[in-house]
């Protein structure tokens, strides 16, 4: 309507201008309620008045608003007793996932065997029957059961072909390796020198605390005999706490980590370390002015520094913000194995399970990319809208 008024006053000449300059005086009420609402709505989309409310209301926010201060003292003492019973249902929910975690034992063991199959048949130990590799993708299911008997004599055909080519690979070759390379979180962390180690990887175990015992969890890696080190075994094992800070019950949120063990120390072939690297500086004396190369071992890049994790958490529970963000991130991988990787890995093998959590961030993009849109045609219909005012570059300078 806004657009329709502005074009028609611009038409009018002067004689109407001031009939509708009466007739706006005469309105009062509900026109000025308009008007408000009007000035509110380009308030709202001019960016520079959102980020000076946000700054205020980031300003506000963890402060207390001056109403519990204002409350009678009765009404005080009523309102800690609500927070002693919260701090009761805290103590109830740590109990809670300290059951969890006796859940998570008691299955894990029955999880166990399939698992033990799976690293099986990875390393050649086992070779599955027909019956057990027989699978339907989604397209066999709409055939009809002659053209599926064709379509297996073929592919059988083809396999043999195969075979008969080239020599017969023992199990599924660079299973773990693969599933590092598939998943961003895990080959973030790999350099290149790390995957000819990382072939010998056989398997992945999560092994938990005992019966009574803290609560804890172990990644346990089973390699090969290899060429890179002696060890058959790498393990590492996160300690974790289940119980309300006594200074502060009201952050308990689930199970903390309070540290991360690498219970081993990799036995590294002379040579073959890749968490180190050789490097060579050229020195000049400062009186001959001759120069001399000077050779040091410097820490390198590599996935295996995940067995060497940060120091516990202090006593005092305080980190500086490098420490702190070094140990989210520990536990982030830690965690993601032992919840996702270890119990899905052929998933992710496959990129299946890739492609499922592709689809969850997918959504949430469609969602904020037709907000964003939303937002851009709004501002594109006002008319009074100029970008030059609210310091937003035009679309066509806008970095892609």
């Not at 300003?59 to 009678?72: A, K």
């Not at 990787?341 to 961030?361: C, K, N, S």
Request: proline letters at 6%.
């Amino acid at each position: 309507m806004a657009d329709i008024d502005n074009k028609d006053q611009a038409e009018m000449d002067p004689a109407d201008m001031e009939d509708v300059e009466d007739v706006e005086e005469e309105e009062t009420g509900e026109d000025e309620n308009s008007k408000a609402r009007q000035l509110t709505v380009q308030m709202m989309q001019n960016p520079q008045i959102l980020a000076a409310l946000q700054e205020r209301l980031d300003g506000l926010n963890g402060s207390p608003s001056g109403y519990m201060e204002s409350l009678p003292k009765v009404v005080k003492r009523r309102v800690n007793a609500l927070k002693n019973l919260q701090v009761k249902c805290a103590h109830i929910e740590a109990k809670f996932y300290e059951e969890v975690h006796e859940l998570e034992r008691k299955y894990a063991a029955l999880y166990q065997p399939l698992f033990d199959k799976r690293s099986e048949i990875v390393t050649a130990a086992y070779e599955p029957t027909d019956e057990e590799c027989e699978w339907k993708t989604d397209e066999e299911e709409e055939l009809t059961v002659s053209k599926q008997d064709e379509m297996k004599e073929k592919a059988k055909l083809e396999e043999e072909k195969k075979d008969e080519e080239k020599e017969n690979p023992k199990g599924i070759p660079e299973f773990w390796l693969t599933v590092f390379k598939n998943v961003d979180l895990l080959s973030d962390m790999l350099q290149e020198h790390d995957e000819p180690v990382l072939k010998h990887l056989q398997d992945i175990k999560v092994k938990f605390s005992d019966p009574g015992q803290p609560m804890s969890f172990t990644l346990e890696f089973h390699f090969e005999p290899n060429e890179f080190f002696t060890n058959t075994v790498l393990s590492k094992t996160y300690k974790m706490r289940s119980e309300p800070d006594e200074s502060d019950p009201f952050s308990f949120d689930g199970p903390e980590i309070m540290s991360c063990v690498g219970r081993c120390t990799i036995d590294w072939t002379k040579g073959k370390n890749v968490t180190l690297k050789t490097i060579k500086k050229k020195q000049k004396h400062k009186g001959r002015g001759t120069v001399r190369t000077v050779t040091k071992t410097v820490p390198n890049d590599s996935f295996f520094n995940f067995f060497t994790p940060p120091e516990a958490v202090p006593e005092n529970g305080e980190l500086d913000e490098d420490s702190e963000a070094i140990l989210a991130a520990d536990f982030e991988i830690g965690h993601f194995i032992r919840e996702r990787i270890v119990p899905r890995a052929v998933l992710y093998f496959t990129g299946e399970a890739i492609e499922d959590d592709d689809d969850d961030y997918d959504e949430e993009g469609e969602e904020a990319d037709d907000e964003e849109g939303e937002e851009e045609a709004d501002e594109e219909n006002d008319p009074d809208y100029d970008p030059k005012k609210d310091g937003t570059p035009p679309a066509e300078c806008r970095q892609q």
